[in-house]
């Protein structure tokens, strides 16, 4: 009997890569056969194929639920992040987090993302131990980009020298205005400050810009001009496979920087970092006193009964499969991820 593991995330671009990587070790781990369950929806409109050239298999919605139906399967959740070897035919997880192997890190190592008992590299960046960051960076290598969106990529770092800008992810779209207050964060004014912080010692330094609100860029362009460069994106809905292929694109040029400055808790920030070799200079606008609200506010001391019982409900709906019929992401309906 054939043993299998399954990325199953429906999320954004950069959670299901996260996804992707974290049973890429437990493929090669535990010798399982990896499988992908890969929606399109309205936070990723484009298929794996279109952006990868790994032969994934990849399940249809029936076929997950052929799964559910049989019972024989592991579920990962967001806080169950610690892998270890099970007798179930299927491990599916959905989870947007890494997940680790015993002992990776220490209990209570995490500062950003603290699971219950605090194993967690989720946005921690250069706090990583060294043998963590190898072992994640291998299987990052295994992802190969579609050639025609790697050459894109190359061609325009190097005709727009690329790799000596300070980079900018500026993340707007569905967080702005998020309960929790995670929105309003790594504002665009705390962007801006910082860059004329910047241009204020140097004036001839550039700037990549990524970000997914075409205000912003324009608005960016408009105050800094020649020393703000921008990939030409012709869409900015993630529902769509063109926008889709230009967002791996302006996450690809990012990690080519010579710096990342970026947006608190976003995984597209985290992943440029990641595709950089994960030893690149980087920069999040977030104070310690943000931090520790945004904490407060999500492990419940400030939360409405409300929420509480839509995330206990969650948590049981999580358990099947089924579940990923939704057309919308998780997050929409788990308050405060």
Request: aromatic share 10%; charged share 35%; proline share 2%.
């Amino acid at each position: 009997m054939t043993k299998e593991v399954i990325s199953a995330c429906p999320g954004g671009l950069c959670n299901r890569l996260k996804c992707l990587i974290s049973c890429f070790r437990m493929s090669e781990e535990y010798n399982r056969k990896l499988k992908l369950y890969w929606p399109k929806n309205w936070a990723c409109g484009a298929d794996f194929k279109d952006l990868f050239e790994n032969k994934i298999e990849t399940l249809s919605l029936e076929q997950l639920e052929r799964i559910e139906k049989e019972g024989d399967y592991f579920f990962y959740t967001d806080q169950n992040n610690i892998i270890s070897l099970h007798k179930e035919k299927e491990i599916i997880t959905d989870t947007w987090r890494f997940c680790l192997f015993n002992k990776e890190v220490q209990r209570g190592f995490s500062k950003e993302v603290t699971p219950k008992i605090g194993e967690s590299i989720d946005f921690e960046y250069n706090r990583i131990p060294l043998k963590v960051k190898e072992k994640i960076i291998a299987k990052i290598k295994k992802l190969k980009i579609k050639k025609e969106i790697a050459k894109t990529v190359d061609n325009f770092a190097k005709k727009n020298g690329v790799s000596a800008t300070i980079g900018l992810h500026i993340r707007r779209g569905d967080i702005v205005d998020s309960k929790d207050g995670w929105g309003k964060i790594s504002s665009e004014e705390k962007f801006i400050e910082k860059i004329k912080e910047i241009l204020a010692k140097d004036l001839s330094q550039r700037f990549f810009l990524a970000t997914d609100s075409s205000e912003t860029e324009n608005r960016l362009l408009k105050i800094f001009g020649k020393n703000m460069i921008v990939f030409p994106k012709k869409i900015v809905k993630r529902n769509e496979k063109e926008s889709l292929v230009e967002s791996l694109i302006e996450l690809l040029l990012l990690s080519k920087t010579k710096k990342i400055i970026g947006t608190y808790q976003s995984t597209f920030t985290e992943m440029a970092w990641w595709f950089g070799g994960a030893k690149k200079e980087i920069e999040i606008l977030a104070t310690e006193e943000e931090k520790e609200n945004l904490r407060k506010f999500r492990h419940g001391e400030r939360r409405s009964l409300k929420i509480r019982l839509k995330k206990t409900i969650l948590r049981i709906l999580k358990k099947y499969p089924r579940f990923y019929k939704k057309q919308y992401s998780l997050r929409e309906i788990w308050v405060n991820q």
